[in-house]
């Protein structure tokens, strides 16, 4: 059952109607059983996620941004509620066509990166292509063209313990695009990294939200992000405590700064 206050409710206004929603959950819970014992992690989670915008999952640790992100991404089944991608309810695909939908419309950012260390660069991205049955050759090109973009033409034959943290995220955002996803989930891409290199990193995720036109959905503790992403979902105890419209916020803060009321 949806426990909802006014917080809790997905965006329903006329504005939000008008936009493309790549991602949708209803009233989504998830319980964890340990033996007798049930730990609720998520309390009936409305959220619309729309085509293009850069969004952070934010929270205190145990609040469930994690679980709503791991939803999210299908890396996990809601106990009740639905999850939609592009309109497909994705806990009712079998293993299969998740893994399709997985490997096609989502790209993974980890904290740790998930390289694979016997790998170079350019094997690390080409390898999710290789799943998606792309021929070698445009595959190739393709992971040369990414590690492009994201600065590191020059270390494609580089493996992962030749490469320092913030170039090992970078080779994970390229392998990330690799079958250009509708939705990069990123989680805490962050965390291993310096302040600056962690400021670039998030930099290059904005400019995948706003020249790429792809979702950007991150599970954060890092504030830095919240300047730059267009919404942010605070997260507490399982539901949704708040949603803020950055841009909406930068937009009231310049008319304060300015005296204008209009």
């Given at each position: 059952?949806?426990?909802?206050?006014?917080?809790?409710?997905?965006?329903?206004?006329?504005?939000?109607?008008?936009?493309?929603?790549?991602?949708?959950?209803?009233?989504?819970?998830?319980?964890?059983?340990?033996?007798?014992?049930?730990?609720?992690?998520?309390?009936?989670?409305?959220?619309?996620?729309?085509?293009?915008?850069?969004?952070?999952?934010?929270?205190?640790?145990?609040?469930?941004?994690?679980?709503?992100?791991?939803?999210?991404?299908?890396?996990?089944?809601?106990?009740?509620?639905m999850?939609?991608?592009?309109?497909?309810?994705?806990?009712?695909?079998?293993?299969?066509?998740?893994?399709?939908?997985?490997?096609?419309?989502?790209?993974?950012?980890?904290?740790?990166?998930?390289?694979?260390?016997?790998?170079?660069?350019?094997?690390?991205?080409?390898?999710?292509?290789?799943?998606?049955?792309?021929?070698?050759?445009?595959?190739?090109?393709?992971?040369?063209?990414?590690?492009?973009?994201?600065?590191?033409?020059?270390?494609?034959?580089?493996?992962?313990?030749?490469?320092?943290?913030?170039?090992?995220?970078?080779?994970?955002?390229?392998?990330?695009?690799?079958?250009?996803?509708?939705?990069?989930?990123?989680?805490?891409?962050?965390?291993?990294?310096?302040?600056?290199?962690?400021?670039?990193?998030?930099?290059?995720?904005?400019?995948?939200?706003?020249?790429?036109?792809?979702?950007?959905?991150?599970?954060?503790?890092?504030?830095?992000?919240?300047?730059?992403?267009?919404?942010?979902?605070?997260?507490?105890?399982?539901?949704?405590?708040?949603?803020?419209?950055?841009?909406?916020?930068?937009?009231?803060v310049?008319r304060?700064?300015?005296?204008?009321?209009?």
């Amino acid at each position: 059952m949806n426990a909802t206050g006014p917080t809790q409710t997905a965006d329903r206004s006329p504005e939000s109607l008008n936009r493309d929603t790549v991602v949708r959950t209803l009233d989504v819970e998830k319980i964890y059983q340990m033996g007798d014992v049930e730990t609720p992690a998520l309390r009936g989670v409305d959220l619309d996620i729309y085509r293009g915008e850069y969004m952070a999952i934010m929270g205190p640790s145990g609040s469930g941004k994690s679980t709503l992100f791991n939803m999210i991404g299908g890396l996990d089944k809601p106990t009740r509620g639905m999850v939609f991608i592009d309109e497909v309810d994705i806990a009712a695909l079998d293993s299969f066509e998740l893994a399709w939908l997985r490997c096609r419309k989502i790209g993974y950012i980890f904290q740790s990166f998930n390289l694979l260390p016997m790998l170079t660069a350019l094997e690390n991205v080409i390898m999710p292509m290789t799943f998606a049955n792309v021929s070698t050759d445009d595959a190739r090109d393709r992971a040369y063209e990414l590690l492009k973009e994201v600065g590191l033409g020059d270390r494609w034959s580089h493996r992962p313990g030749r490469m320092s943290g913030g170039q090992q995220q970078r080779v994970a955002i390229a392998r990330a695009l690799a079958n250009q996803p509708a939705i990069v989930l990123a989680d805490e891409p962050t965390g291993n990294l310096d302040l600056i290199t962690g400021e670039e990193i998030i930099a290059k995720l904005k400019q995948l939200s706003s020249e790429m036109g792809v979702t950007v959905i991150s599970a954060t503790h890092d504030h830095k992000m919240l300047d730059i992403c267009s919404r942010v979902v605070w997260i507490r105890d399982g539901r949704i405590e708040r949603i803020e419209n950055r841009a909406d916020l930068k937009i009231e803060v310049g008319r304060i700064e300015t005296g204008d009321s209009a």
